[in-house]
């Protein structure tokens, strides 16, 4: 499982064991197949490091926290970014406040949990009335 360019800093198995999802310091996320070790995917947005990333439950969608004070949420099919959740603050270019250091889907898959370098945790319902 070699191609990140940086520092591999979290990885996450997919629900049904296939794939592994890896965040690096190079600001992207990897989707590997488990039997091969070929990376099938590369998730390509954040402007800081990734620090966190997660599958959903069922397994369709991941998502990625960052240095640079984002969440965001793919489309393990397309590798498109569906939203990116943000954090404001008045204090920019301090790095451990603006980042989010981990992130996960509730068990049903509706909501989004974030934990912040600013000592706190944010939760996000998702509306999945999207239209793509």
């Known amino acids: 499982f ?12 997919s ?7 890896s965040g690096s310091d190079d600001r992207t996320l990897r989707l590997w ?8 995917k590369i998730f390509e947005g954040h402007e800081g490091p990734v620090t966190s990333v997660c599958f959903s439950p ?18 393990i099919e397309t590798g498109r970014c ?5 954090l404001y603050m008045i204090v920019i270019g301090i790095r451990g406040e603006r980042s989010f ?17 600013d000592k706190t945790l944010r939760l996000w319902e ?3 009335e999207w239209e793509f």
């Open 58 to 75: 069922d397994g369709m969608f991941v998502l990625s926290g960052s240095a640079d004070g984002t969440v965001r949420l793919w489309d």
């Open 2 to 13: 070699e191609g990140h360019e940086s520092y591999v800093t979290s990885v996450s198995f």
């Open 82 to 86: 569906l939203k990116v959740f943000e």
């Open 33 to 40: 197949d488990c039997k091969t070790g070929r990376c099938i």
């Open 101 to 117: 250091n981990s992130v996960c889907f509730s068990p049903d898959g509706r909501y989004v949990l974030a934990g912040g370098g």
């Open 126 to 128: 998702l509306d999945w």
């Open 15 to 21: 629900p049904d064991g296939r794939f592994i999802l």
